[in-house]
């Protein structure tokens, strides 16, 4: 068995053994207290809070409090039982009123973020990785610009040299946008190469009007056209890997804002509740 | 067909010669003193006569009182005579290591490293005092930036040395055999004068002269031979008398460039690093004549495939070559040849023990049990694979591609070398950022490298086993930390030279300009900026290790020794 497949089933099995202590728990407390969903809430806004912890975590990585790794599993599967607790504490009712709808959709963005960001987290960097040609992303725009550069630079030097201004129109109609920023940006995540296809096709088509050094000059273009084509691929992967954490954290916070709120107000409109 | 062709003249062996102030008159002095006045110039080649040698790799070096001529624990690549005056050797247990111009490891405290939240500066490369303090001890300066101890007399009194008068040799072990230097020696009175010869220069001069070659010979044999044998399995139950015998018949061997680093640059800047151009050792197919005992350095074990040769492993200080085939022809009617090459990777200094040695004085003391594998007929015929040749093949366990790339690349050097999964690397430089927390805003790492499939070695110091980054600093201020061994520089003795970052193969040091707490540009009395040199530390100062490797939270980033390629293999399958 191997490490990973180990550690999944360790942290799984914790998963389970908390769930179904919860529920035994609170199918038995639900019968001898009225006060049960205090009980959940406040499990579950600490729970909220530990998660939270984990950001504050990664920023003072200067402290011996263990390896990010192991903190990262906590917080997945701890973010997972927090989805059991939520519908426990929710009685698995659908939310009446607009605040408690705005908590419910809140704490649902940050799971569903919180899921896609895990799954693009362990799949993407295979795919950027096989896709090779890999570029920091923070030398992107630089390399960008210098593929601009020399595809510009070969369409303006073909007038002149083959006394012709069908590549240099070309560019200026179709290439001088795709090399300006980053282009297709979905087709790269979703994996579509539709846009490069047909971008290659036109080139291809090009052809037939132009004499053999042009045919050269296009063949440059095809090249760099494909090295481009990767670049945006690596842009729109590297991105999406950064941004997603744009939406996880913020949404978070405002949860967290609002589950606060919601303690507040619970406590402020509870007097006789026994 | 243009034939016009760029001419330069052909690079000569003391184009660069150690120090161009050398005189003939000088020369003259030194061929009258023993043990030149020894020496037969009618030996030495032509192209390296005595006088040559002694005017282009040696320098007279006068040393005021105190001065640190070397320090333990320095790689050194040059050996020393004392021409006048009195030097003094330190003997055990030596100076502290403030006193040597290095820094103390010490662990900050946990209030140190919470208080890192608010007193990390704002502004890069920020120096307080207190990190440029020296010790009170030392003092840097003198012609050379060297190191120099401040009270003399109270380190004569408190400590045991030894006198080292007008005629001494030292510092030719740790120059040849790459090793560290083992005590330190400084000068006392004024008038100290040694005659500094570099490695190339002692290295000619042994060619050449049999009077020196014995005598070092000789002082290795005596001082560090009988150690080293006692440490390995095979030669323990040896007595005095049966160790006395191996050690004099015992053979050494040089191989390779003792500057690799500065050859290893060149050969990636015009890309023929290739296989077949290094030094070969011992040959596949060939008789076993003797025990290869890999002393320092690096050589690749590798086996003929195809029209190539295939890399089984890299072997590192402490590995041996042919005991296998040695110990099977000793108890087998058979002869088996060398089963494996062994080439040079860099530079490598070898110990070979004669096979009739092995064979007469060592094997019969070995219990049977205790004696390598013997090669089955099987395993002869390539049909199936020993225990042994499996221990050994780690590039079947890490992947022949995988294990090509590191040792052409020279990775296997590094004890802490930061290796990248990039299947779950997400990018998202949580290491560059914990890497630049835990060095006051520095990151001191690029996380960018050379690539392999799904392995990347980011640009990081390595803390090698063969550290070249500590060959020539003046100062000592680059040097291996105490507790784990990391290669760390001190700020307070770097004085800006750049030799330890030219000299890493790796370019993981990096020269910056620092700054005061204010962010101004520190600058010397004419106002030229303060340089100093940078790089990981293995955050050898903050509990817990390495913040990179901490912070990673997919288990992407790992500090490999990459001379345990076993654990390097349970990574990669993890």
């Known amino acids: ?274 | 067909m243009d034939t016009a062709h760029f001419v330069i003249d052909k690079p000569e062996r003391w184009d660069s010669s150690f120090d161009p102030d050398m005189t003939e008159a000088d020369v003259n002095r030194l061929l009258e003193i023993r043990p030149f006045s020894e020496m037969n110039s009618g030996k030495f080649s032509k192209r390296t006569p005595l006088r040559g040698i002694l005017k282009n790799d040696a320098r007279i070096r006068r040393f005021k009182n105190g001065e640190i001529i070397v320090r333990a624990g320095d790689y050194g690549s040059s050996a020393f005579l004392v021409l006048a005056g009195n030097a003094r050797v330190v003997l055990d247990p030596g100076l502290p290591v403030s006193l040597l111009g290095q820094r103390k490891s010490q662990h900050k405290s946990l209030f140190q490293i919470v208080a890192q939240l608010w007193t990390n500066p704002r502004d890069p490369e920020v120096r307080t005092p207190a990190e440029l303090e020296q010790d009170t001890g030392v003092k840097v300066g003198g012609e050379f930036k060297g190191v120099f101890l401040q009270d003399v007399p109270r380190i004569l009194d408190e400590h045991l040395t030894a006198t080292m008068s007008p005629g001494d040799f030292f510092g030719e072990i740790a120059a040849l055999s790459r090793s560290a230097r083992t005590s330190t020696i400084f000068a006392v009175g004024d008038a100290t004068e040694m005659l500094e010869i570099r490695w190339q220069g002692l290295r000619d001069l042994l060619r050449f002269d049999d009077h020196l070659r014995h005598h070092i010979d000789r002082i290795y044999r005596e001082r560090t031979l009988a150690t080293h044998l006692r440490e390995i399995p095979i030669f323990r139950r040896l007595n005095d008398e049966q160790l006395k015998r191996v050690i004099e018949q015992t053979q050494f061997g040089t191989y390779g460039d003792y500057d690799w680093s500065g050859d290893y640059k060149r050969l990636v800047k015009e890309g023929t690093r290739s296989p077949e151009k290094e030094t070969i050792i011992a040959q596949e197919g060939d008789y076993p004549n003797g025990v290869v005992l890999i002393r320092s350095g690096f050589a690749r074990l590798s086996q003929k495939f195809g029209h190539g040769h295939r890399t089984l492993n890299y072997l590192s200080a402490g590995s041996q070559f042919g005991l296998r085939e040695i110990a099977h022809n000793w108890a087998h009617k058979d002869t088996v040849p060398f089963q494996h090459s062994l080439r040079v990777i860099g530079y490598t200094h070898v110990i070979v023990v004669p096979a009739p040695v092995m064979e007469e004085i060592v094997l019969p003391t070995v219990p049977r049990d205790q004696l390598p594998e013997f090669f089955t007929p099987a395993e002869l015929a390539g049909t199936e694979q020993s225990e042994s040749q499996q221990k050994l093949d780690a590039g079947a366990k890490i992947g022949p591609e995988l294990m090509e790339f590191l040792t052409e690349n020279r990775y296997f050097n590094g004890t802490s070398t930061m290796v990248i999964d990039m299947e779950r690397c997400t990018r998202c430089d949580d290491c560059v950022r914990a890497c630049a927390s835990a060095n006051e805003g520095n990151p001191r790492f690029l996380r960018h490298g050379q690539t392999t499939g799904r392995i990347m070695v980011a640009n990081s110091c390595m803390h090698c086993a063969d550290p070249v980054c500590l060959i020539g600093c003046p100062t000592g201020a680059i040097h291996r930390g105490q507790t784990g061994g990391e290669v760390v520089v001190n700020q307070a003795t770097c004085i800006g030279c750049s030799i330890c970052s030219n000299n890493c193969p790796y370019e993981a040091i990096r020269m910056v300009e620092i700054r005061e707490e204010d962010g101004a540009f520190m600058v010397d009395k004419d106002m030229k900026p303060i340089v100093k040199a940078t790089k990981c530390d293995l955050c050898s100062d903050q509990l817990g290790g390495p913040a990179c490797e901490r912070s990673c939270p997919h288990g992407a980033l790992k500090r490999m020794d990459m001379n345990n390629l076993d654990s390097f293999a349970k990574w990669l399958q993890r």
């Not at chain 1, 769930?19 to 035994?24: E, K, N, P």
């Not at chain 1, 402290?63 to 599967?77: A, D, M, N, T």
């Not at chain 1, 973020?113 to 992303?137: C, M, Y």
């Not at chain 1, 080139?203 to 056209?225: P, S, Y």
């Open chain 1, 1 to 274: 068995m191997s490490g990973f497949v180990r550690r999944r089933l360790l942290w799984g099995s914790l998963l389970l053994a908390a769930t179904l202590a919860v529920i035994s728990a609170y199918a038995r407390w639900a019968g001898a207290t009225t006060r049960e969903a205090y009980l959940s809430g406040w499990v579950l806004f600490g729970l909220m809070v530990l998660l939270t912890g984990y950001n504050w975590f990664k920023k003072i990585p200067y402290l011996p409090l263990g390896r990010s790794e192991v903190w990262l599993q906590f917080h997945i599967y701890a973010g997972l039982f927090t989805g059991v607790l939520f519908l426990l504490h929710v009685r698995g009712r659908w939310p009446t009123g607009w605040f408690e709808i705005v908590l419910t959709v809140l704490y649902v963005l940050v799971m569903v973020s919180g899921v896609l960001g895990i799954l693009i987290s362990r799949g993407w960097p295979k795919r950027l990785t096989a896709r090779g040609g890999e570029v920091p992303f923070e030398r992107i725009p630089i390399v960008r610009r210098q593929l601009r550069e020399q595809a510009e630079a070969l369409a303006l030097n073909s007038v002149a040299e083959a006394r012709s201004a069908t590549i240099a129109e070309f560019h200026a109609r179709r290439l001088h946008a795709f090399f300006a920023g980053p282009q297709n940006f979905l087709s790269h995540v979703f994996e579509i190469r539709l846009p490069l296809n047909a971008l290659l096709n036109e080139l291809g088509d090009l052809n037939r009007f132009l004499n053999e050094q042009e045919r050269k000059v296009t063949a440059q273009l095809v090249t760099l056209v494909r090295q481009k084509d990767g670049l945006d691929y690596q842009h729109a992967l590297q991105l999406t890997l950064r941004l997603w954490l744009f939406i996880h954290i913020p949404v978070t916070y405002s949860l967290m804002l609002c589950a606060l709120a919601h303690i507040v107000l619970v406590y402020g409109f509870s007097a006789g509740v026994r």
